[in-house]
């Protein structure tokens, strides 16, 4: 069985990451910031718009900025060869 996130991407979608900062209501100065993820349509957002739309409407922290990343799942992936291996503690 074909997953509907399947379907999606043969029909042009990718997964689209938003980096929404807002502002807390009761206290303004402070930005919070929350990560939004859908498969959607670029450069229209139609599915980024209609969630932005519903936060005007229905939330009461004001936006501050969206930053957004879209990538088409489906196609050739970029390979390179890694030189170097480095640990972190």
Known sequence: MVSSEFRR???GYGLTTANILYHL???PAI???YVWQQYDLAPEFPELKRFLDFWHTKL??????????HLH??????WR?????????
Do not use: T
């Open 9 to 11: 991407q043969l029909q």
């Open 25 to 27: 209501p009761d206290h």
């Open 31 to 33: 930005l919070q910031s």
């Open 60 to 69: 009461d922290g004001p936006l501050h900025s969206v930053e957004v990343g």
């Open 73 to 78: 799942l489906i196609g050739p992936r970029l």
């Open 81 to 89: 060869k890694v030189d170097a291996d480095f640990l972190l503690h």
